[in-house]
């Protein structure tokens, strides 16, 4: 689905030589800019502008709800994924949280808006948006050509950080300006927006699809608008705990990125916080130190492929240095050295995405992808809820500049685990140490990449080896959203 260009050695970036592609990963950035728009800004108003004495547990509460759906539905999202037309949900999610901000708005509009109103649209956005971004992960074999596939990875999870960064920038602005009748209504503009422009866009079938008749004998749901975009047939039903146990090391990083998120995701409640209690500060000053983390990740998705070393490594040391950004606060109350630690706590987690999603697109059999994909948000996601209000409780209680230091203590074990990985979890998934019926496990070269053999890539086309270093992010430890 690339167009040739005349200079190959000059290609432009994917997003410009692929149509489809570009369009669906703008549809994505406004997603995930509006999640994040509106986590931010009611997070402000209730600190700022509702909430008394409790504000932090108020905000802990609404970044819990906000991050619940990805945990809870991670089943139902990896059905959905495997069964149903990837546009299809990629649109539906979409403009099912338009409705959500569309109808909160109105309500913020004609009447006082009650608290319960603002967790209720949060937990209805996050649904959608535990829909939209699993769903587009799997979606990338579809729109970008096998070589592509990191270049797509880099850009398509790279959102997260524009989103952090756009999204940070306007949500606690908007508020104080318009409130959250404005904060909403954005929101659905922007949810609104990236439906019809997933609307325009043909996917073209996964490999594994035969076509539309075996669909349809099959039972799967096809758009009946395009003759182009059909449904992928579905593998064999393999459980979670199947899944998992044939990729030992993929459980392991994951375990080690889960323990991190219960300290790292907690930033989102502790800097409101901090900006009111230490900072005194109003939302500008939110949105900078919000922004400045934004910044940091939107620039280590682009400059972690060049970070040399092994992914565990790599990734051990950003966390450990992540450690060390985020005690800054807890020494040095200034917003411009804090807005420094927080750009480099970003950067962190966008070279530890780059790294490791990657490594996982070629790891993760084809087959367990749309399984993988959500249970990966899932697990990674799960310590959210639980790290938002067990923050936002201590925040109610301590100071948030110890909040801080807890953070960064919590950090260094999760560092030190991912560092001492046992060297087996690369090798005992080889050939003739596994099931007959379990796929091979990919060698994985000096630099952390994967080489996949040539059986297996005869089938799996979309998880080859590039042989490329091209950008590609997510945020497995950062949990940014």
Not at 38 to 47: M, R
Not at 286 to 293: D, F, H, M, Q, R
Not at 419 to 445: C, F, H, K, N, V
């Amino acid at each position: 689905m690339s167009t040739p260009t005349a200079a190959p050695g000059r290609r432009p970036p994917l997003v410009l030589r692929n149509r489809a592609f570009g369009t669906v990963w703008l549809g994505q950035v406004l997603t995930q800019a509006g999640t994040r728009m509106f986590q931010v800004g009611t997070s402000w108003w209730l600190i700022g502008h509702v909430a008394s004495g409790d504000g932090g547990f108020a905000a802990g509460m609404l970044m819990a709800l906000s991050t619940l759906p990805a945990v809870a539905l991670a089943p139902l999202v990896a059905r959905a994924i495997a069964r149903r037309s990837h546009r299809s949900l990629l649109r539906g999610a979409a403009a099912g949280a338009g409705t959500a901000a569309a109808v909160l708005a109105g309500w913020a509009a004609a009447s006082d808006l009650p608290v319960v109103a603002v967790y209720a649209a949060a937990l209805a956005l996050a649904t959608c948006q535990a829909f939209f971004d699993p769903c587009l992960t799997t979606s990338v074999p579809e729109l970008v050509d096998d070589e592509d596939i990191e270049a797509a990875t880099g850009f398509e999870l790279s959102t997260q950080s524009l989103a952090s960064l756009g999204g940070a920038l306007l949500g606690a602005l908007v508020v104080d300006v318009a409130g959250v009748a404005g904060l909403a209504a954005g929101c659905a503009v922007a949810y609104g927006t990236a439906a019809v422009l997933i609307t325009t866009v043909r996917f073209r079938a996964p490999a594994s699809t035969e076509g539309p008749s075996a669909n349809a004998d099959a039972g799967l749901d096809v758009d009946a608008d395009t003759d182009a975009e059909t449904a992928a047939v579905p593998a064999p039903r393999r459980t979670l705990r199947r899944i998992l146990g044939r990729l030992p090391y993929v459980r392991a990083i994951l375990l080690c990125f889960t323990a991190a998120n219960l300290f790292t995701t907690a930033v989102f409640v502790v800097m409101p916080l901090y900006t009111a209690k230490v900072l005194h500060g109003d939302g500008a000053t939110v949105s900078l130190l919000e922004a400045s983390l934004g910044l940091g990740t939107l620039i280590g998705s682009f400059t972690g492929a060049r970070v040399p070393g092994r992914p565990t490594v790599v990734g051990s040391a950003c966390l450990g240095a992540m450690a060390v950004a985020l005690a800054v606060p807890g020494l040095i109350a200034a917003w411009p050295v804090i807005a420094g630690a927080l750009l480099v706590t970003g950067w962190c987690v966008g070279v530890i995405g780059v790294r490791f999603v990657a490594l996982f697109q070629r790891l993760v059999p084809a087959a367990d992808k749309p399984a993988f994909f959500a249970v990966m948000q899932a697990v990674l996601g799960a310590t959210f809820p639980v790290a938002s209000l067990l923050f936002g409780l201590l925040g109610d209680h301590l100071s948030a500049r110890t909040l801080c230091l807890i953070q960064a203590a919590g950090l260094i074990p999760a560092a030190l685990a991912l560092l001492l990985l046992p060297r087996r979890y690369r090798t005992e998934d080889a050939p003739g140490a596994r099931p007959a019926d379990a796929p091979e496990a990919e060698p994985e070269s000096a630099d952390g990449r994967v080489t996949r053999p040539e059986a297996e890539a005869a089938d799996a086309p979309e998880a080859e080896a590039a042989t490329h270093a091209a950008p590609a992010s997510a945020t497995p430890a950062g949990g940014t959203r």
